[in-house]
């Protein structure tokens, strides 16, 4: 998402709903100095930091899960912000969560199982190394980055046994190099501790990371209950909010949110980046997607959803 971003959702904010009654979702991915990120998921520690920091002077932080009981129960949402993060890189344990702590910002980690606890990458860390990336047009049988977004965008659209015989097809006819910056899934044991923490919740974000939507009904289902079960049996406490991988409205459709409210789940949330409204559809709860901003960028975007808090 460039920079303009900005101006973007200042418009959407202004026409949606007057910002002194919303509040904003943050979600992260990755906190990392990596020069490896062709999808924009990092955001630098030291970035981090001083978003967090910043913060406070747009309005008060709860956990994500009290912002859900306060609209479940008619309470006022007014100038909130929470904060999320996607997918369960062990950068959220290691990196991440000792600067929320030592801030008092309290986080919820939606955390995509099957790569978790088979300790495997995320698919889309698999897909080959673009050559551009790589820094080499040498390298045999590198593909072009464009070549990789529509490989990513192909996959995306697959279920999870489906994508992993593609990727394999994938990296026998294309060089594969795997950068040691890309990041990994935690290890269980990394979860278990992070969910120990102070402040932490853990939230589903399916099993194997597909776009909901382009799948069908039995299989949307499998991947979101699963997702649950799995993490609930591990971790010995209720799991209450899912976040839709990917989050745009071409990968939640009206059936993926009815099927997410019959399983139980008390919120969902998308990566659509608006306010998030007193009377907002709990099963397509909007969040900004946060990258490496520049600082002004970073305020102006809170601003525009939430506004300043008086001083």
Do not use: C
């Not at 101006?7 to 919303?22: C, D, H, N, Q, T």
């Not at 924009?40 to 002077?57: H, I, N, S, W, Y």
């Not at 649950?228 to 991988?245: D, I, Q, S």
């Amino acid at each position: 998402m460039p920079n303009g971003v900005s101006g973007v959702v200042r418009a959407l904010a202004g026409r949606v709903w007057p910002r002194r009654s919303s509040a904003a979702v943050l979600v992260y991915h990755r906190v990392a100095a990596t020069t490896h990120d062709p999808f924009g998921q990092a955001v630098k520690p030291e970035t981090f930091e001083r978003q967090l920091r910043m913060l406070g002077d747009f309005g008060s932080l709860i956990p994500v899960g009290e912002l859900v009981e306060r609209m479940t129960h008619g309470r006022t949402v007014a100038g909130t912000i929470a904060v999320t993060f996607d997918d369960g890189y062990a950068d959220n344990l290691e990196v991440a969560a000792p600067v929320t702590a030592t801030l008092g910002v309290p986080i919820t980690v939606f955390v995509t199982t099957q790569p978790v606890f088979a300790e495997t990458p995320f698919w889309w860390d698999e897909l080959p190394i673009a050559s551009a990336e790589a820094g080499s047009p040498a390298i045999p049988n590198a593909p072009d980055a464009d070549t990789v977004q529509q490989w990513h965008l192909t996959l995306r659209r697959e279920s999870g046994a489906r994508r992993a015989a593609l990727l394999r097809e994938i990296t026998a006819v294309a060089s594969y190099q795997r950068r040691a910056d890309a990041g990994r899934p935690m290890t269980p044991d990394e979860l278990r501790r992070l969910a120990a923490l102070p402040g932490i919740t853990i939230g589903a974000h399916t099993v194997t990371h597909p776009s909901l939507a382009a799948l069908p009904a039995d299989e949307q289902r499998r991947e979101m209950a699963e997702s649950r079960e799995t993490l609930e049996r591990f971790l010995g406490e209720p799991v209450r909010l899912l976040a839709y991988p990917f989050g745009k409205p071409p990968d939640v459709a009206s059936e993926t949110k009815a099927i997410a409210q019959a399983l139980g789940y008390a919120a969902a949330f998308t990566t659509v980046p608006l306010p998030l409204r007193p009377d907002a559809d709990r099963f397509a709860l909007p969040r900004l997607t946060v990258h490496e901003w520049p600082d002004d960028v970073f305020a102006e975007t809170l601003e525009a959803l939430v506004g300043r808090q008086q001083r």
